[in-house]
């Protein structure tokens, strides 16, 4: 039997500052933000294996969270106790191959908005985004130990999300066009993810080296409801964004805009990747090594509202590396290329709907991976 027991405490602060320039080019909210946000998780945790017989192991494991976080030095904010737990069993086939299944919990801790979209209408705090995950694999090593392959089937069911929602500042709350819209974080529904993982290592001989892998995912919110957000348009469907706010409470209810069905933002059904190299020994402790990696994605939305615009089309991305390495002085320099493609690829977008001039001038405001970039390193060992 082997176990583990310990503790962990982490502690953080950080201030954040939020303004806008008020010189009349966009509506913008009448306040600003000079915020502190303090940190604080405790854990204990104890993991156990027991050996039944030489070839099956039983595992279990748990954990106890305390969290805190404040905004401002003791104003609003939220906290969070869980307990987690993990349990599973092993396989040995013999010396190179294992199975094994296992069952576990977890959590994102919870956080706090900032001043500016609490004074909008945010809520204060959120909570964890909690998860139930199960995962069922195989593990071996090939050809006389020369490859390792690896491959894994999953289902995480994840709760209490921290998804994406708007707040509306507004200059008339009855006209949409004077209305603009930002983000903030809050607890949504549920999110199922369904998917296979395979990776390789394999060394060849004493020069070469490969590695990879392969990710199918089938990802889509559950029941999760966000409320109406004024300008974005009629998003596939899902809500009409004619009704004012004066239209809305004489309905006798406030519509809502449904994400089921949709797919979480940055899911792409399908990736992969390889990286191949090889060294040449050039003597006097000094080595060569030119390598080659690349990757591909499949397209998926960048903005948890699937709507058009907020798309990333299927991509590769290669990058090109040349490494030479003194070891007896632990000195080496490093020539790279990387993005060879010159791919535009889009990590993350959110919709933005200010008016200028009672027209919506509804956009995608939208951060980018980095472009094609080549450059020098150095390093040293010390």
Request: hydrophobic residues 35%; glycine residues 12%.
């Amino acid at each position: 039997m082997e176990w583990l027991i310990g503790a962990f405490y982490y502690k953080s602060e950080a201030d954040w500052q939020f303004g806008f320039l008020n010189n009349g080019q966009f509506q913008r909210y009448d306040t600003s933000a000079n915020d502190t946000f303090d940190s604080e998780s405790t854990a204990f945790f104890g993991n156990l294996t027991y050996s039944v017989t030489d070839q099956f192991r039983v595992i279990g494991g748990l954990r106890v969270n305390d969290d805190q976080t404040t905004l401002m030095g003791g104003g609003e904010g939220g906290s969070s106790d869980e307990t987690l737990w993990k349990a599973g069993l092993e396989y040995d086939f013999g010396d190179d191959e294992m199975v094994y299944a296992t069952a576990s919990t977890g959590y994102r801790i919870g956080g706090v908005n900032g001043s500016a979209l609490v004074a909008a209408g945010a809520p204060a705090s959120y909570g964890p985004e909690k998860v139930t995950a199960y995962e069922a694999g195989v593990k071996s090593t090939l050809l006389d130990g020369t490859l390792t392959l690896n491959a894994a089937l999953f289902h995480n069911k994840y709760e209490d999300m921290h998804a994406q929602s708007f707040v509306t500042a507004c200059i008339d709350p009855n006209d949409p066009l004077t209305c603009i819209a930002s983000e903030f974080t809050e607890n949504g529904g549920e999110i199922d993810a369904t998917g296979l993982e395979i990776e390789f290592n394999w060394l060849p001989g004493d020069a070469w080296f490969f590695n990879g892998s392969a990710s199918f995912l089938d990802s889509e919110f559950g029941e999760y409801n966000v409320g109406r957000v004024n300008g974005l348009g009629n998003l596939g469907g899902r809500q009409d964004v004619t009704m004012t706010t004066g239209e809305i409470v004489a309905a006798g209810g406030v519509p809502s805009l449904s994400l089921a069905g949709w797919t979480p933002a940055l899911n792409p059904e399908f990736t992969a990747s390889l990286q191949a190299g090889y060294v040449f020994d050039l003597g006097g402790g000094n080595f060569l090594t030119p390598m080659l990696q690349t990757a591909y994605s499949g397209e998926y939305w960048t903005f948890d509202f699937n709507v058009p615009g907020a798309e990333q089309d299927a991509y590769t991305k290669t990058d090109l590396r040349l490494t030479w390495r003194n070891e007896e002085r632990g000195f080496e320099v490093e020539g790279f290329v990387e993005n060879l493609e010159e791919e535009a690829v889009i990590t993350r977008s959110v919709i933005f709907t200010p008016s200028q001039a009672d027209v919506p001038t509804a956009s995608i405001q939208a951060n980018y991976a980095d472009p094609q970039i080549w450059g020098i390193r150095l390093g040293v060992d010390f």
